[in-house]
């Protein structure tokens, strides 16, 4: 999942030496309520080890995150030197497509 520039993406990782290809992309403005509601329809179907369903307007995808994918978690500031910039907060799950999900990184993570 990435937040990109508002956008809530689940990807998988399908190899290192190939392009992207986005299977799913939606850009609206929400409400933080709203938003909170969608991350935690994601948290429940990732505790009961579901898997994650998106869908917009015709557009619909499915994933299946393993037990154990890579969490990333940015924040970010963009935007031309001394312009005007754009915060995000990102957050993505990423596996590979063969692979159940290994170790990540050795520091723990704390949102507050």
């Known amino acids: 999942m990435s ?18 290809e986005v299977l799913f992309k ?8 709203e938003i909170a509601t969608y991350l935690r329809n994601v948290a429940d179907k ?24 890579t969490f990333e978690v940015k924040a970010e500031r963009e935007g031309p030197a001394g312009g005007p910039n754009e915060l995000s907060i990102e957050f993505e799950l990423e596996w590979d497509e063969n692979d159940s999900g290994g170790e990540g990184g050795d520091a723990e993570l704390t949102i507050e």
């Not at 689940?10 to 290192?16: D, G, I, R, V």
């Open 46 to 69: 990732l505790d009961a080890g579901e898997a994650v369903t998106l869908r917009s307007g015709s557009e619909t995808v499915t994933m299946e995150p393993p037990a154990r994918p």
């Open 26 to 33: 939606s850009e609206q403005r929400h409400t933080r309520e």
């Open 3 to 20: 937040d990109n520039g508002g956008v809530f993406i689940l990807t998988a990782n399908l190899s290192q030496d190939m392009p992207e």
